[in-house]
């Protein structure tokens, strides 16, 4: 059974930086997609960041090019997201997934039955 554990978020002023953290176990982990999705009050669930271990290839939504990485620790099977000049706007639960499909990856809705997912970190960023 997958666990995933998000860790990091927390309140930032604008203009700031936080670096959320996930740590997996309960599956064998090889050439996975990861990903970091978000979801703010009223709003529906969007990707923010996949990385696709298998072709070492990242993708970022629009809102959040140049501003967010995602990464891999593969030895310590931890995903991290480095979150910098945070705006007000970026204020959401994170979450942290695993896509348990193979040979795909992406942001896209129509993979979002595939995804295993945490439970959610959160991250304000005030004004």
């Known amino acids: 059974q997958v666990q995933l554990v998000e860790s990091g978020g927390g309140s930032v002023q604008a203009g700031g930086s936080l670096r959320l953290s996930c740590a997996a176990s309960?599956?064998?982990?090889?050439?996975?997609?990861w990903g970091w999705f978000r979801q703010a009050p009223g709003k529906e669930r969007e990707g923010v960041a996949a990385?696709?271990?298998?072709?070492?290839?990242?993708y970022y939504a629009d809102a959040v090019k140049g501003r967010f990485t995602i990464s891999q620790d593969n030895a310590e099977n931890t995903v991290y997201l480095q979150m910098n000049s945070l705006k007000p706007e970026d204020t959401a639960m994170y979450y942290c997934?695993?896509?348990?499909?193979?040979?795909?990856?992406?942001?896209?809705?129509?993979?979002?039955?595939?995804?295993?997912w945490g439970q959610g970190t959160q991250v304000t960023v005030s004004s």
């Open positions: 997934a695993v896509l348990l499909r193979s040979g795909v990856c992406g942001l896209g809705r129509e993979l979002y039955r595939s995804w295993a």
């Open positions: 990385l696709f271990v298998l072709r070492n290839s990242t």
């Open positions: 309960g599956y064998t982990f090889s050439n996975n997609c």
